[in-house]
């Protein structure tokens, strides 16, 4: 795991996988890494 890899999964995140009550779980299908409501990375 390289480290600059996780800032660029933060961008993804924060530009195709906004977290919200409802889009939260319909936008975390279609993505390959987001993170929960608790600030959590996780990997689908």
Same mark, same amino acid.
């Given at each position: 795991?390289?480290?600059?890899?996780?800032?660029?999964?933060?961008?993804?995140?924060?530009? #195709?996988? #906004?977290?919200?009550?409802?889009?939260?779980?319909?936008?975390?299908?279609?993505?390959?890494?987001?993170?929960?409501?608790?600030? #959590?990375?996780?990997?689908?």
């Amino acid at each position: 795991m390289k480290p600059m890899l996780d800032d660029t999964i933060k961008v993804i995140i924060s530009s #195709q996988c #906004q977290l919200g009550e409802g889009a939260y779980f319909a936008k975390a299908h279609n993505c390959l890494f987001w993170v929960d409501i608790l600030g #959590q990375r996780l990997f689908r």
